[in-house]
């Protein structure tokens, strides 16, 4: 039976329960199917960790123990659920989105997750699902336990196969669920949490203002002079609290007199956000001890600007040392996912739903605490291969078509549709898929930094995405359509996004340097090269291309200039100022070619400080710089400038010969503001 008293979260959790529940019943020999109960120890959100007591009756008597279950990963779409469970061991319970009820397809399954890891072992830490990694707990099987890993899992199937009433053991509900044992190692967004938690750290930090609050010395040594202010406003709030404690203590009548340091300790209590119980001080009324926080919370209102920022202060302060306390493991974990990349490319394979969720660290930084700084003792291991596809990259018409799926915040639109749709776009479907990991792997590291989402709004594209795909099926609408303008709507947000996250949190982006592994900084720089290649290509057409500057000396200045130089010329034909004479519209027209042509030329540089930068012994990348150039060549792999609705260059390929309100500037005008360009282009050279 189940305790009515609390809540339990979600439909799935309660089934993860009542599985486990189960087991523990048949572990501990309770006579009696209908007699167990679990229990909430917790009221916490359904996303977060909670812990449960499982009871059973054996013999007569209660029996219980503990449990947490805590779900893993975001929702995606036809993605299966994940719950991380700590009973005994810590593992992993996957359950699939379509219950699955023949024990034939399920172990084929299992297969299928083993032919990917087979690509990758043994480069490559990789956990798959196994019937032993629970049915090891069970009675009927414990017998096999003391047999090697892979002898023990087929002695459990043989077994499963010849009693199938011994497969009720691998069913939560009615689908046979996947379970993995983690006991080994931590995921990645555990390492994170913990490196990023601040709650009980910035608690901790208050507690120690005993002195620091009431000392302007001590306050200002700590936080620094600009800070003041904060001093000396908090110091005004606590005056007030402690009048009303006195007013307070006249209504109760609370003897003995309360010393000063028991009043500034209730005060950084409230500031903390801790319980002051009546328990913890039991000379005082308890109704005055619980009229405390209530005092406090009037005072605080009434002066809330004062009381958040000093509690901004204090944050932000932890999170400057935190920072720096962590830069080195930051840096190094950071070195690490792009290793994987590397392997994973060299491989064949792409996992296509790579995020912290999914991913473990290989070694134990509880044991070691210098270990995630220390780049070459330990890597970056994979859980789950719903989505990945292995491939031979000469081959893309025989890659097996993946699951359509992906974690909104990881992912691309490209997860979304068919390889038949997708070899229609792109040149190298192999390599498109590869950049789904690139773009995971970018949303992994700005996380690693910040403790934050990269694509928080982007990826709200995906399911909308999702919703106009199924619409269009039902009304027989092209689905090439559909992805030319989810394509438009993502990478359009995804630029915006990327630019004001980075903008934001650029001192932190810039100052941690990941050091490039060898194998990652090859693959980087024949990136570069192709994407170096390409813009020059794209410069030579979009010069061409225009009517404007005919002459080969004007093109070739074109050509050579930097994209200082251009949005130099932009602000003279912008403000008509030492520019040859034009109508309004050829004015809009050639300001519009060399907006176009800055944009290609500020790519083009990007491109070339990269190079310049990994084409050392020891390469290294700002964090900034890192996810910057990895963005832009995903970004010219899968997005393709002719789908833009409004792309400016079409305006002047469009523009008519002779219309009289285009006219472009004569030959000898044109001549004259070439010159003025070539001048300016060796100025800059030289400086």
């Not at 917790?42 to 009756?57: F, G």
């Not at 047999?147 to 009693?163: A, Q, V, Y």
């Not at 001080?281 to 619980?290: C, K």
Request: hydrophobic residues 35%.
């Amino acid at each position: 039976m189940e305790s009515g008293k609390n809540k339990i979260g979600n439909t799935d959790r309660i089934n993860i329960l009542r599985f486990f529940l189960d087991l523990f019943r048949v572990q501990s020999g309770s006579s009696y199917k209908d007699e167990g109960e679990f229990s909430a120890s917790s009221d916490r959100p359904a996303n977060l960790t909670s812990s449960y007591k499982l009871q059973v009756k054996q013999y007569g008597k209660w029996k219980s123990r503990r449990i947490t279950v805590t779900p893993l990963g975001d929702s995606s779409g036809s993605k299966s659920k994940c719950f991380k469970v700590i009973y005994d061991d810590f593992i992993v319970v996957k359950i699939p989105p379509t219950p699955v009820r023949s024990f034939f397809q399920y172990i084929e399954s299992i297969k299928e997750e083993k032919k990917i890891v087979s690509l990758l072992q043994p480069d490559i830490e990789c956990i798959v699902p196994t019937v032993s990694s629970i049915l090891k707990k069970i009675p009927p099987f414990t017998e096999f336990s003391h047999l090697d890993p892979s002898t023990f899992e087929e002695r459990c199937i043989d077994k499963l196969k010849k009693n199938p009433e011994l497969q009720r053991f691998l069913k939560i509900g009615d689908t046979f669920v996947y379970f993995m044992n983690m006991s080994k190692y931590s995921f990645l967004s555990t390492v994170l949490e913990k490196m990023h938690d601040m709650n009980e750290t910035v608690q901790r930090e208050i507690m120690r203002h005993g002195d620091v609050l009431w000392d302007l010395m001590i306050f200002e040594e700590q936080f620094g002079e600009s800070f003041s202010h904060v001093f000396f406003n908090i110091n005004k709030v606590y005056t007030v609290y402690e009048e009303k404690i006195h007013l307070l203590v006249n209504r109760y009548g609370a003897y003995p007199a309360i010393p000063n340091y028991q009043i500034k300790e209730w005060f950084l209590n409230h500031l903390a956000e801790k319980s002051v119980k009546p328990e913890d001080h039991p000379v005082y009324p308890p109704g005055f001890i619980e009229d405390l926080p209530i005092l406090f919370d009037k005072i605080s209102e009434k002066y809330r600007r004062d009381v958040k920022a000093y509690l901004r202060m204090v944050k932000q302060f932890i999170k400057s040392r935190s920072f720096n306390r962590n830069k080195a493991k930051m840096g190094g974990v950071i070195s690490n996912i792009l290793k994987l990349l590397a392997r994973l490319q060299e491989r064949g394979v792409a996992i296509r739903d790579l995020k912290p969720e999914n991913v473990f660290v290989v070694g134990d930084p509880e044991s070691h605490p210098l270990l995630l700084a220390n780049t070459d003792q330990y890597s970056i291991g994979l859980i789950d291969f719903e989505t990945a596809v292995g491939f031979d990259r000469k081959y893309d018409n025989k890659i097996k078509q993946p699951l359509l799926a992906g974690t909104p915040s990881y992912a691309t639109p490209s997860h979304l549709f068919e390889n038949e749709l997708l070899m229609d776009v792109y040149d190298d479907l192999g390599r498109i898929f590869h950049f789904q990991d690139w773009q995971a792997a970018i949303g992994m590291v700005y996380n690693v930094i910040t403790g934050e989402r990269l694509a928080e709004k982007t990826s709200r594209v995906l399911p909308q995405t999702m919703k106009i795909m199924r619409q269009s099926l039902e009304n027989k609408r092209p689905m090439m359509e559909v992805f030319k303008k989810s394509n438009r709507m993502f990478w359009n947000r995804a630029v915006k996004e990327l630019d004001e996250k980075l903008s934001f949190h650029e001192t932190m982006m810039k100052n941690v340097h990941a050091p490039i592994p060898p194998e990652f900084a090859t693959l980087l720089l024949d990136e570069i090269r192709i994407q170096r290649g390409d813009i020059r290509k794209k410069m030579k057409r979009l010069i061409a291309s225009q009517r404007f500057f005919k002459s080969p000396d004007a093109r070739r200045n074109l050509f050579e200039s930097s994209a200082e130089t251009i949005n130099n010329y932009i602000e003279k034909w912008e403000k008509n100022v030492n520019v040859p004479k034009a109508s309004p519209k050829a004015r809009d027209l050639i300001i519009t070619f060399l907006k176009n042509l800055k944009q290609t030329k500020l790519e083009n540089e990007l491109f070339a400080r990269a190079q310049k930068s990994v084409n050392v012994e020891d390469p290294r990348l700002s964090v900034y710089s890192l996810i910057e150039i990895m963005f832009h060549i995903i970004y010219r792999n899968m997005y393709k400038t002719e789908w833009e609705a409004h792309f400016e260059i079409s305006r002047i390929e469009r523009a008519p010969e002779n219309s009289e309100d285009d006219t472009p500037p004569s030959d000898a005008a044109a001549v004259m503001y070439e010159r003025t360009l070539v001048s300016d282009v060796i100025g800059a050279v030289r400086s």
